[in-house]
């Protein structure tokens, strides 16, 4: 199983970027998927959270300015950022529970490696 995040960039305070991450391999099914984000010198920390039925959670500081979505035929999640401000500089990371096998009664976590947003003052 992999994940690929794809999106990130150099934006001017105020933008808008969104990014996507894909889940392939061996996949049987997808559960919860989320961004995470880590900031130089800090911890990695939840941005966003999407079940398979679509219900989110969101970090209380990011609320009205990210939004988490997810396209299942696809096994895509896609994490749009609006008025970026400088703090959200970060590395954001993109993970997925994921069941890879209809005979496993069990899934795993998968990260992907990571897409780097700069927002510039």
């Known amino acids: 199983v992999q994940l690929q995040a794809s999106g990130g960039g150099l934006v001017q305070a105020g933008g808008s970027l969104r990014l996507s991450c894909a889940v392939s391999?061996?996949?049987?099914?997808?559960?919860?998927m989320g961004w995470y984000r880590q900031a130089p010198g800090k911890q990695r920390e939840l941005v966003a959270g999407?079940?398979?039925?679509?219900?989110?959670n969101y970090a209380d500081s990011l609320k009205g300015r990210f939004i988490i979505s997810r396209d299942n035929a696809k096994n895509t999640v896609y994490l749009q950022m609006n008025s970026l401000k400088p703090e959200d500089t970060a590395v954001y990371y993109c993970?997925?529970?994921?069941?890879?096998?209809?005979?496993?009664?069990?899934?795993?976590?998968?990260w992907g490696q990571g897409t780097l947003v700069t927002v510039s003052s």
């Open positions: 999407i079940t398979s039925g679509g219900s989110t």
């Open positions: 993970n997925a529970d994921v069941v890879a096998s209809r005979w496993l009664g069990y899934q795993s976590t998968y």
């Open positions: 391999g061996s996949v049987f099914r997808v559960n919860g």
